[in-house]
């Protein structure tokens, strides 16, 4: 009986330092994150298990990605970009997933689609007209992809990224 009493508090200690507690989010959760990190005016986009905010200030552009809970503490990634005459910003790089954020509002309002190259593939994704996105694609695992913004002709507006392989 006592030997199995010991292995009982050994598997509850183990759980509790390993941290296999729940990795979900909830809204509490999400409110937390946003007050820790002052996010309260920026731009929130979710998409499956994680959750991406976009804030946009005089110098910098931030990108947040909020991916889960561990032992209490947030999972989460925080990519900073000084601004500059550049009008795409891109951050919160994850495999599969990176955030997007524009500032030229005459590329926003002009593109109706966005082709994103990686190596020799080329995929075409709507464009929902707004500043921010997450560009989802399982062959993103670095920057190293090319993005060509459309209009409704398919004439080029604006090509962002690495050159085409």
């Not at 010991?6 to 989010?25: E, H, K, P, R, Y």
């Not at 005016?41 to 947040?64: C, M, T």
């Not at 599969?96 to 954020?101: A, K, L, P, R, S």
């Amino acid at each position: 009986m006592r030997k199995r009493t010991v292995l009982v508090l050994f598997f509850i200690a183990w759980m509790n330092l390993t941290g296999c507690q729940s990795t979900t989010l909830n809204e509490a959760d999400k409110t937390k994150f946003i007050q820790e990190n002052n996010l309260t005016s920026s731009i929130e986009l979710a998409d499956q298990d994680r959750y991406y905010f976009f804030a946009e200030s005089a110098g910098k552009v931030d990108i947040y990605v909020l991916k889960g809970k561990k032992s209490a503490k947030f999972i989460s990634s925080h990519t900073e970009l000084q601004k500059n005459d550049t009008p795409i910003y891109l951050g919160g790089l994850d495999p599969g997933y990176v955030g997007m954020y524009m500032t030229s509002q005459e590329i926003i309002d002009r593109t109706k689609t966005i082709r994103v190259k990686i190596h020799d593939e080329s995929f075409d994704y709507n464009f929902p007209k707004q500043k921010a996105h997450i560009i989802k694609n399982e062959w993103i695992t670095d920057y190293g992809f090319r993005m060509t913004f459309l209009d409704d002709a398919g004439n080029v507006i604006f090509e962002y990224g690495n050159p085409v392989f």
